[in-house]
């Protein structure tokens, strides 16, 4: 059983700053790969950021520059910092896991329930 709760989103107005987490928990023998995906009204779901076991990271041209990510193995914790937010930066945002759960070989993905970031004046 494996669970990721988020939190961090909210109403920000163009410039702010947002910070995301999202933990695991449950049965979890190891995670691989941790990112944030987001989906606008209308659009379909796309890859913000990741970040592997090891540290390498990934981010989709549209935020790089602005959003940093990072993790904390020991919590089972993935972060998403927001920097100079832009409208079309709001979204969805869902947290998404890949790992493995105890007893198992094979890489299982899960994702968060999504928590809304809405940049406005």
């Known amino acids: 059983q494996v669970q990721l709760v988020e939190s961090g989103g909210g109403l920000v107005q163009p410039g702010g700053s947002l910070r995301l987490s999202c933990v695991a928990s449950g049965s979890i023998f190891s995670i691989n790969v941790m990112g944030w995906y987001r989906q606008a009204p209308g659009k379909q779901r796309e890859l913000v950021a990741a970040?592997?076991?090891?540290?390498?990271?990934n981010y989709a041209d549209s935020v790089k520059g602005r959003f940093t990510i990072s993790r904390d193995n020991g919590k089972n914790t993935v972060y998403l910092q927001m920097n100079s937010l832009k409208p079309e930066d709001t979204a969805v945002y869902y947290c998404n896991v890949e790992l493995r759960i105890s007893g198992s070989w094979s890489r299982r993905t899960y994702w968060g329930q999504g928590t809304q970031v809405t940049v406005s004046s």
């Open positions: 970040i592997t076991s090891a540290g390498s990271t």
